[in-house]
Antibody
Framework: QVQLQESGPGLVKPSQTLSLTCSVS??????????WSWIRQPAGKGLEWIGR???????KYKPSLQSRVSMSVETSKNQFFLKVDSVTAADTAVYYC????????????????WGQGTLVIVSS | SYALTQPPSLSVSAGQTATIPCSGD??????ASWYQQKPGQSPVLVIYQDVKRPSRIPDRFSGSNTGNTVTLTISGTQALDEADYFC?????????FGGGTRLTVL
């Protein structure tokens, strides 16, 4: 079964760029039935969808984050990536990479499975 | 922006039925998913497309969608069901999560 694993620096300085990698095993990012999403969760708080990417590189971002977020995919390595520019303390969170089931209309999409998450702290 | 509202906490006695609501404008016209998150763990999908249950999820978990409220029901609640539960729906192509409900099993 598919498994996802996040990796990247656990500490990022304010105003710098947060960069994370998600490595997928047991399945292919090239599978057209799925998107590949990033979701974050500040400590003790709720879940926030950051955005998604398809195997062809098509992206959709949460509007409030769109100016600072970019995602990419490397199908040959079965990985996808997240960058968040100009980070502040408000970007401190556990970041999850997640497989998103893709439906024709988008209304039926859901998230399964989730990676184990990686904590990113923004601090000088 | 679109919002989903959940009660912050609920408690239920072991063996009883837990009902966790999630409300939002025109939610009846959307399709919701539910995720269970235990302390220190990643969320797990328990219900999708309002009423469908992944095969690995016990059949005591069920979902419904009526009007502007979707509901996660846990029948015969067990101690291991104690967790945070988040509803999620889509609005204009953006995923929106409820604030989460902490379920305590007494």
């Amino acid at each position: 079964q598919v498994q996802l694993q996040e990796s990247g620096p656990g500490l990022v300085k304010p105003s710098q760029t947060l960069s994370l990698t998600c490595s997928v095993s047991g399945g292919s990012v090239n599978n057209g039935n799925y998107y590949w999403s990033w979701i974050r969760q500040p400590a003790g708080k709720g879940l926030e969808w950051i955005g998604r990417i398809s195997a062809t590189g098509s992206t959709k971002y949460k509007p409030s984050l769109q100016s600072r977020v970019s995602m990419s995919v490397e199908t040959s390595k079965n990985q996808f990536f997240l960058k968040v520019d100009s980070v502040t303390a408000a970007d401190t969170a556990v970041y999850y990479c997640v497989r998103e089931f893709r439906s024709g209309s988008g209304m039926f999409n859901y998230f399964d499975p989730w990676g184990q998450g990686t904590l990113v702290i923004v601090s000088s | 922006s679109y919002a989903l509202t959940q009660p912050p906490s609920l408690s239920v006695s072991a063996g009883q039925t837990a009902t966790i609501p999630c409300s939002g404008d025109n939610l009846g016209e959307k399709y919701a998913s539910w995720y269970q998150q235990k302390p220190g763990q990643s969320p797990v999908l328990v219900i999708y497309q309002d009423v469908k249950r992944p095969s690995r999820i016990p059949d005591r978990f069920s979902g419904s969608n009526t009007g502007n409220t979707v509901t996660l029901t846990i029948s015969g609640t067990q101690a291991l069901d104690e967790a945070d539960y988040f509803c999620q729906a889509w609005d204009n192509g953006v995923a929106v999560f409820g604030g989460g409900t902490r379920l305590t099993v007494l």
